[in-house]
């Protein structure tokens, strides 16, 4: 132990020598695995990693699209920094030469279609999904069978802490969907769902509901041996064509039942709401806009709008839906996206009579801290 | 796509030339992630794995103690096989040049002290924790405030699948612990315990009851910096001295006060239960010895036994406990342990008068699958 602290105290040298101009403040990251001192974070939201490695010769830190070569002292151990990062949570990867890998140092989350790496960097509003002695309500792991997919299938649901002391009270449910290349495990574990309502409900600012947490990507036939990749525009594997048709069927024929069946809901239209990001907002506004006798409120994270020819268009849309929640990262809308402004999309949405709401995530881009912002917000104007 | 499918061609034909003894029925194995076909488990348990690094000039496959050298291909892509392994649940990591990383194709288990790789080996018995259309309990995750800790702390909670809709109906508890170097994590993941309770529950086999999986070494203050690592005869990290007393007063002052006001228990101590593995079953012993009056049945799985001495010593034992269940893997006991045979000393304590069971794993060691057993074996007598 004194052996590591003292590399630890070298290695912090040399790197304090070579860029002085780094703030020295940094503290391990909140995703790291127990006792773990690296990767470290400093109040400039730079990231100094370190990886031990003796016999390689090249590692590096590849993180937001950027690989940083990582520096070998005389003990074998690489050390290094990231240009400041956005708030928030971010995927990453250790290349060893060659080998992409996990970092050993941290915990491992579902996204960017792998279990990884992922880092937390601390962000000034982070409060809202901090751990605090509230009542806490429970993220359940749930197991079902779907006719759909002849299969059983996996999702997480969040009931609030009053579910299983007030027997007599049934709630409303808000299913909520990943997006591309992530799965059912990204709104519980970095998405903060659990913490988010946790927080919300005990200030008084949210309704108490149901959050159902399922994956979008699952009911896919494996394609056959040699087949070209099936597209859907985004060009990931993972994502079938009909992806939103697909989990269409799994959810208004199995889940929505399953769900009204096991659990205490209030199992009609006006109580059902439906939000998701990126892929999984395109799937709401999919869903939502064929399913009008199903959901009642929406909201569309990082990815798209309805305009008012879309409502106008979508037979009994206008009179279903009393909330429509649209939102972005601010990175993500500094320029229009193909000529769509979404702000004013959804001005133009609530101008023409439905209430709509526009948010845009400080400094961010299309990532879960907007994601963790956008489900805080849009929490707040839930079954009011 | 095309490109990969013919490097893990050529690397097999390699193996296969090289080693034409080892059966050709390689399957991926049930741990990996998603998509992923290596590391492959043929009918042998042999363990074939392979990992992308084409800049490394070492690469090594680190499972039950001994570290397996892979074979580089022209490509770059290092492939190998292990010796035959034991059926069940293996923790393992890759070394690349060097550094010890987790296996980017597999999923990742706490154990071992850290998050890293696992294997599944099939078994003989695996149908009693496979996954099956039959009535599912649901695994929560669980935050709540201890006094004892000032902190919050985290466990797991299974509620069996009639706990939801059946709201009359109040259940029995049973404590199940983790070993030393795991976590709270370990029996909802890799131990199974939502599938063993299932199946047995739908098959009519065991009662329904509530499963608390807590963390049996979290409630350690950090050792002072340079300070000697604190020793409890284990000499692993993580395991401060005062193991047993420590989560006893976490255990009896806040999580069963705090499950008993939160679930519909059964809130005495003829409905309640203590068991845990190796470290776990050592606390189990020590805990329910010293607290008479709180437990009425215990288990202990691979971390000694109650000897008829021990009986008659502890004041109130023999009145309170109508349940006493021991097992190992017939690994762990092929010699004595320090001179005592459990099975002799767990029928001398039944021959005196005690309830006492003792159940050995077929041709498992101290790992997951001696404890899926125990715990399969141990519900099955549990609050009948």
């Given at each position: 132990?004194?052996k590591?602290?003292l ?10 020598a ?21 990767p ?7 990231i100094r990693?370190?990886v ?9 830190f ?8 990582l520096?070998?002292?005389e003990?074998?151990?690489w050390?290094?920094e990231?240009?400041?990062?956005d708030e ?15 970092d050993?140092?941290s ?29 806490h ?9 779907s006719?759909t997919?002849?299969?059983m299938?996996?999702?997480?649901i969040y009931?609030p802490?009053?579910?299983d ?5 049934r709630?409303?449910?808000?299913y909520?969907?990943?997006?591309g290349g992530?799965?059912?495990h ?22 108490e ?7 979008g ?5 494996r394609?056959?041996?040699g ?15 009909g992806?939103?048709d ?5 959810l208004v ?6 769900v ?13 709401a ?7 907002a395109?799937?709401?506004k999919a ?8 959901f ?15 409502a106008?268009n ?17 990175r ?5 996206r193909?000529?769509?402004d979404?702000g004013?999309?959804t001005?133009?949405l ?18 879960w ?5 956008s489900?805080?917000?849009?929490a707040?104007l839930l079954?009011?």
């Amino acid at each position: 132990m004194k052996k590591t602290l003292l590399i630890s105290f070298v290695a912090l040298a040399t790197c304090s020598a070579a860029m002085a101009q780094v703030k020295e403040d940094f503290k391990p990251a909140s995703t790291n695995q127990g006792g773990k001192e690296y990767p470290m974070v400093n109040s400039e939201r730079i990231i100094r990693a370190q990886v031990t490695a003796p016999d390689a010769t090249r590692v590096q830190f590849d993180i937001s699209g950027v690989k940083y070569d990582l520096t070998k002292d005389e003990n074998g151990v690489w050390t290094g920094e990231t240009a400041p990062q956005d708030e928030g949570f971010h995927y990453y990867q250790i290349w060893v030469d060659g080998a992409a890998t996990p970092d050993p140092n941290s915990l491992y989350y579902y996204g960017a279609g792998r279990w990884g790496s992922g880092i937390d960097i601390p962000a000034h509003d982070e409060d809202f999904y901090a751990l605090k002695n509230v009542p806490h309500g429970d993220v359940r792991e749930v197991y079902y069978y779907s006719q759909t997919n002849d299969a059983m299938r996996h999702c997480y649901i969040y009931t609030p802490a009053s579910y299983d002391t007030d027997l007599n009270k049934r709630y409303p449910v808000l299913y909520l969907q990943h997006g591309g290349g992530e799965s059912e495990h990204g709104w519980p574990q970095q998405g903060k769902t659990g913490l988010i309502m946790d927080n919300l409900i005990a200030a008084g600012l949210a309704e108490e509901f149901i959050i159902v947490m399922d994956n979008g990507s699952w009911a896919r036939p494996r394609p056959a041996e040699g087949a070209a990749p099936q597209g859907n525009g985004q060009r990931r594997p993972g994502l079938p064509s009909g992806w939103a048709d697909g989990f269409m069927n799994t959810l208004v024929n199995d889940i929505i039942p399953m769900v009204d069946a096991r659990y205490r809901t209030i199992a009609d239209r006006e109580h059902r709401a439906m939000a998701g990001l990126s892929m999984g907002a395109m799937q709401t506004k999919a869903i939502t806009m064929a399913k009008p006798e199903v959901f009642s409120k929406l909201g569309l994270f990082s990815g798209g709008t309805i305009s008012v020819e879309e409502a106008d268009n979508a037979p009994g849309f206008r009179e279903a839906y009393d909330l429509v929640f649209v939102s972005y990262g601010s990175r993500e809308v500094e320029k229009p996206r193909g000529g769509i402004d979404p702000g004013k999309t959804t001005a133009d949405l609530k101008a023409s009579g439905m209430n709509a709401h526009y948010y845009v995530s400080p400094e961010t881009a299309h990532e879960w801290q907007t994601w963790r912002r956008s489900l805080y917000q849009f929490a707040q104007l839930l079954f009011k």
